[in-house]
């Protein structure tokens, strides 16, 4: 069972938990539990044998799979792509997509959405250090 839950909040940063990603089910929302501005991270779970119930592209974001357990195939464009732990999905918002679990385990995913073209800085670009 999830334990989804706002830890802490403050004006200038917020905490929160999803529980034991070893037992995770189900899907998460971070911008629904920080009030993310920027970007949406959303936790992901498939039991053996089960998919996404839909195909679906978006309008504007671009996602990222970052696989944390088990296997399967994210369908990209009508192409089978197979994925296991380890693996990293870079997804343009006008491709059409979906995802099943093909192994024996759950197939437990993060998936990150930001606006297609808007990353102007990143780290190295971005970071200040501090004294």
């Not at 501005?37 to 970052?66: C, D, I, M, R, W």
Request: glycine share 10%; aromatic share 8%.
């Amino acid at each position: 069972m999830n334990k989804t839950e706002l830890v802490k909040s403050t004006e200038g940063y917020s905490v929160a938990t999803v529980g034991n990603l070893a037992s995770f089910e189900g899907k998460a929302f971070v911008k629904d539990m920080l009030g993310t501005t920027s970007v949406e991270l959303s936790f992901g779970t498939l039991a053996p044998g089960t998919s996404v119930p839909f195909f679906h592209h978006h309008k504007q974001n671009e996602e990222v799979y970052v696989v944390l357990s088990g296997e399967g195939v994210f369908v990209l464009d009508g192409v089978e792509e197979p994925v296991a732990s380890g693996s990293i999905i870079r997804v343009a918002p006008s491709v059409s997509r979906n995802t099943k679990c093909t192994g024996d385990t759950s197939l437990v995913y993060i998936c990150i959405q930001g606006k297609a073209g808007s990353l102007e800085q990143y780290t190295m670009t971005d970071g200040v250090v501090e004294e």
